[in-house]
């Protein structure tokens, strides 16, 4: 129905950067809030940044200053810029979104499959 493709992931070194982006495709009316999800390992998923359809994004406290969130709505594209990474955002990096779907203009919630984001030296 709704397919979420997260890309972008890799190993970087501490203090690199990396740029995640998430394709949605589908039964798309609209997305409304979308955004970024992260899982340590044997830890649990927290939110790292979520952006609203035309409102403000909102970051995790860890990551305020380092870490941008955007979206193109004419892609149903959200991007998550990282920079200046730790080790201990090591984690797969997982997309969210808040979908309308067609036709039956029902509010869903889809997860893509994630993406591994490994910061070691």
């Known amino acids: 129905q709704v397919l979420l493709v997260e890309s972008g992931g890799g190993l970087v070194q501490p203090g690199g950067s990396l740029r995640l982006s998430c394709v949605a495709s589908?039964?798309?009316?609209?997305?409304?809030?979308t955004g970024w999800y992260r899982q340590p390992p044997g830890k649990e998923r927290e939110l790292v940044a979520v952006i609203p359809r035309g409102g403000s994004p909102n970051y995790a406290d860890s990551v305020k200053g380092r870490f941008t969130i955007s979206r193109d709505n004419a892609k149903n594209t959200v991007y998550l810029q990282m920079n200046n990474l730790k080790p201990e955002e090591t984690a797969v990096y997982y997309c969210?979104?808040?979908?309308?779907?067609?036709?039956?203009?029902?509010?869903?919630?889809?997860w893509g499959q994630g993406t591994q984001v490994s910061v070691s030296s």
């Open positions: 969210n979104a808040d979908v309308i779907t067609i036709p039956a203009m029902m509010r869903l919630n889809f």
């Open positions: 589908g039964t798309i009316f609209s997305i409304n809030t």
